[in-house]
């Protein structure tokens, strides 16, 4: 499972959806995430998740995130269990080369345009060398 594993809190895509449904419509979310407004209404009203409900969820987050920006900047919780999802077919040796290879290049890619390294780029950086 994606976020349980990366650290991403459910408890923090629950609520971004709350807040999303609020702004639009249960219907409207419901279709975005791809799943039904019953079984939306049941995610928001905290009943245990299947791990393909966690996947959608997880995976209309990233979009949410990508597309809303003012949600919520990319902490190292996010940007890891994007990196999850983006590698998830992988065996875990070739998925760590992977992992390190992005992070050292979105490092590198910050510092040529001038900009600071974000912060979650540090973090999976030293979760990647303790081989988290």
């Given at each position: 499972?994606?976020?349980?594993?990366?650290?991403?809190?459910?408890?923090?895509?629950?609520?971004?959806?709350?807040?999303?449904?609020?702004?639009?419509?249960?219907?409207?979310?419901?279709?975005?995430?791809?799943?039904?407004?019953?079984?939306?209404?049941?995610?928001?009203?905290?009943?245990?998740?299947?791990?393909?409900?966690?996947?959608?969820?997880?995976?209309?987050?990233?979009?949410?995130?990508?597309?809303?920006?003012?949600?919520?900047?990319?902490?190292?919780?996010?940007?890891?269990s994007?990196?999850?999802?983006?590698?998830?077919?992988?065996?875990?040796?070739?998925r760590?080369?992977v992992?390190?290879?992005?992070?050292?290049?979105?490092?590198?890619?910050?510092?040529?345009?001038?900009?600071?390294?974000?912060?979650?780029?540090?973090?999976?950086?030293?979760?990647?060398?303790?081989?988290?």
């Amino acid at each position: 499972m994606y976020a349980r594993r990366q650290g991403l809190a459910i408890s923090r895509v629950r609520e971004t959806v709350a807040r999303w449904v609020e702004q639009t419509s249960l219907r409207q979310a419901a279709r975005e995430t791809g799943m039904s407004p019953t079984g939306l209404r049941k995610v928001l009203d905290g009943t245990r998740l299947h791990a393909s409900t966690e996947r959608k969820l997880v995976s209309w987050y990233m979009r949410h995130v990508a597309q809303q920006g003012g949600w919520g900047a990319v902490d190292p919780e996010t940007a890891s269990s994007a990196l999850e999802l983006l590698t998830a077919g992988m065996p875990p040796t070739k998925r760590k080369a992977v992992v390190e290879a992005f992070l050292a290049m979105a490092e590198e890619g910050y510092r040529g345009a001038n900009l600071p390294v974000p912060g979650w780029v540090e973090s999976l950086r030293e979760d990647a060398e303790r081989g988290g």
